[in-house]
Structures are given as C-alpha cells and as structure tokens.
C-alpha cells in the first residue's frame, strides 16, 4: 500500500512516500531563506511559496522513487495545527489529488503525524507510553494508556522548547532554525560554565517553562560570557528540563517506554540524556523529527491499519487544532 503524505503547516514544504509503513522517499523545500530577512514567517509568503513548489516536489518525489500517481493507494496532507493559509495549501492539493485519482483521502493532525515518525512500523511499541512533542510550537507530554487515546500531562506555560532554541541562536546572532546552530556551536563549549537555572525546579506537576532560560541567556551574554559556553550550557539546562520532567511523570505513573517526537528531538545532547536514563526509548530518525511529509504519510498508514475511515471531503484547515479533536482519537 502506497501513500503519499503532504506537510505544508509552517514554513516548510513536505513530501514523503510511504509503503506499506516504510519510507520509500521524502523531501524538504525549505523556505528559510525567503523569511530570513522578516525576522519570523510571513504566511503570506509562505503559502504562496507552498504553492509554487508543492506540485513539482510531489513529482521529484514520485519520479525518486519510480511511481507514478496511478501507484498511490491514498493521499495524506496536515489538516492542522498551523498556519491556515499554508495549510490550505497542501490540504487542497491533497484532496483535489486523491479525488482525480480516485483514492481515499486522509487529513492528519500535525502532532499525531509527529508521533507517528517515532512510532516503529513493526508494533514494537505497545501502550502504555509516554509521549513527549518538543517543536517550535509545542512541548507537551502526553500519557498515553491506550493507542489512540492521548491524556495531556503537562505542557509549556510560555515559549516552547525548540522556540527557545530559536530565540536564542538569534540573539548569538547564528540565524534560523536555532536547534541545530546553537548544537552545532555548543559542541566547543563548556556546558557547566554558564549558571542557567532548572526551570520550575520543585514543582509538582509536569508543565515546563522556557522564557526564564532565554531572559538568563541574554543577562549572561550581556555579562561577557563566551558565545559557546553559553550555547552548551543553554542547551544543557532545556535537555535537563525535559529529561527530568519526563523521568518524573515515567516514575510517577509506572510508564516505562517513552516517545520523543518533534524537531528538538532531532537533538543529539537529548538523546545521549535520554539513553541515560534507562527508559525505552523510541526517536524518529532524524530526518523524519523535524516538519516533513513522510510523517504524515506514516500516521495515515497507522490509522489504515487500526481500520480507521478516510477523512470526510469536507475537512477543513483547523490552525488551532487540539490533540484530542485529531481524526484517529475517539
Ligand atoms: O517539528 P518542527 O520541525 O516544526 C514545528 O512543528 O515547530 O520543529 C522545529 C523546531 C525549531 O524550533 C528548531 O530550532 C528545533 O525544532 N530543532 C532543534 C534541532 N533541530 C531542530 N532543536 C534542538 N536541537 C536540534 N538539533
Ligand atoms: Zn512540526
């Protein structure tokens, strides 16, 4: 069974193939360059430029991996969360292509499409889990007791932990995305040099909070401290945060396997904290952790095999789309 999966919620234009819950091929057209100098995404931009690529990507793609439209058995696309105009982009597509072939048609939720890149394709990860989504626009950690059902444990009060990253590569001036320029220079630094605080350090619950860490970095920066140390020691004090909060939530539930999804957990620090641990532990690869198509794909497959419907014509771009409201949760 062959699917093709759509991402368009942000800034970047995904596409991926799926077969029978392997990635065949996916690719990225960034749009990085054309927002650069606006200092944030401009959506208008952004779906115009969606729109200009998208139909060509999805050839490149088909053409890499020696399909051709008639071989897709259904077409996937991110319905939301995002931003409504790129979504409208991709979602449309998605829809007017299955409906010229002929095929089902499935609307996926950005962070179950997330999830669905970590998940492996054998069945391996059996529930109860736990289930942490750190990206530019989420950090949340979910409990998840049974497959399809997410029971949100916790979540960030103000920025999330990849716009964290994001905020302060800028103010070391290392530009856009931040996760891996700030990883990057933080490999040359000392990562006990620069006292950053544990946020929420004592609390009861599970939430996180991240804006105190980017106020600290720019009173350390002020203060003179090397431009690496800080970036390590930065880093070091958001993959704390994370690790310690989901360690918490494991012992205090009696989880024992845990699911690590979104684009900070294409980050390598995190994972070597992780290891540590001694959680199960479930990544994507990752090139599949950060916004791609593929993921989209895979979630769509996962809800083909639960025996799932397709999604209703109608669907329609959701920016402020909750978990719980995700086509494939009762
Ligand atoms: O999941 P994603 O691609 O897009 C959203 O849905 O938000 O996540 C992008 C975020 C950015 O904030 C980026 O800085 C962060 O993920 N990120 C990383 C790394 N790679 C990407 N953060 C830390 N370390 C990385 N290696
Ligand atoms: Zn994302």
Do not use: M
């Given at each position: 069974m062959i699917l093709l999966?759509?991402?368009?919620?942000?800034?970047?234009?995904?596409?991926?193939?799926?077969?029978?819950?392997?990635?065949?091929?996916?690719?990225?057209?960034s749009q990085t360059e054309l927002h650069a100098g606006f200092g944030g995404v401009?959506?208008?931009?952004?779906?115009?430029?969606?729109?200009?690529?998208?139909?060509?990507?999805?050839?490149?793609?088909?053409?890499a991996a020696g399909l051709a439209p008639g071989d897709l058995d259904a077409v996937a696309?991110?319905?939301?969360?995002?931003?409504?105009?790129?979504?409208?982009?991709?979602?449309?597509?998605?829809?007017?292509?299955?409906?010229?072939?002929?095929?089902?048609?499935?609307g996926v939720h950005h962070l179950e499409a997330h999830l669905a890149a970590a998940r492996p394709a054998d069945g391996e990860l059996r529930p109860?889990?736990?289930?942490?989504?750190?990206?530019?626009g989420h950090t949340h950690l979910f409990d998840v007791p049974e497959e399809g059902r997410y029971r949100l444990l916790g979540a960030t009060r103000?920025?999330?932990?990849?716009e964290a990253f994001d905020k302060v590569a800028r103010m070391l001036g290392l530009?856009?995305?931040?996760?891996?320029?700030?990883?990057?220079?933080?490999?040359?630094?000392?990562?006990?040099?620069?006292?950053?605080?544990?946020?929420?350090?004592?609390?009861?619950?599970y939430d996180f909070s991240f804006s105190g860490l980017k106020t600290a970095a720019a009173r350390f920066l002020e203060r003179g401290y090397p431009p690496e140390d800080l970036a390590a020691s930065f880093e070091r004090a958001v993959v704390e945060s994370l690790v310690r909060t989901v360690v918490r939530a494991a012992r205090d539930l009696g989880r024992a396997r845990v699911v690590v999804?979104?684009?900070?957990?294409?980050?390598?620090?995190?994972r070597r904290r992780f290891a540590e641990t001694g959680?199960?532990?479930?990544?994507?690869?990752?090139d599949l952790a950060t916004d791609n198509g593929a993921m989209v794909a895979l979630a769509a497959w996962e809800r083909i095999r639960r025996g799932q419907p397709a999604s209703p014509w109608a669907l329609e771009a959701t920016p402020y789309a909750p978990l719980s409201h995700a086509q494939d949760v009762e």
């Open positions: 999966g759509i991402d368009t919620s942000c800034d970047d234009t995904g596409v991926g193939l799926v077969a029978d819950g392997r990635v065949l091929v996916h690719r990225v057209a401009v959506p208008e931009y952004a779906s115009r430029e969606h729109t200009r690529v998208l139909d060509p990507l999805v050839a490149a793609v088909l053409e696309a991110t319905y939301g969360p995002g931003l409504v105009g790129p979504l409208l982009v991709g979602l449309s597509y998605a829809k007017g292509l299955a409906l010229g072939l002929g095929v089902p048609f499935y109860p889990y736990l289930a942490l989504l750190a990206s530019g103000d920025d999330a932990a990849g530009g856009y995305p931040g996760g891996p320029r700030i990883a990057e220079l933080a490999r040359r630094g000392d990562d006990r040099a620069v006292p950053f605080p544990l946020p929420l350090k004592g609390q009861a619950g999804a979104g684009g900070v957990a294409a980050n390598a620090r995190l959680l199960a532990l479930f990544f994507p690869p990752p």
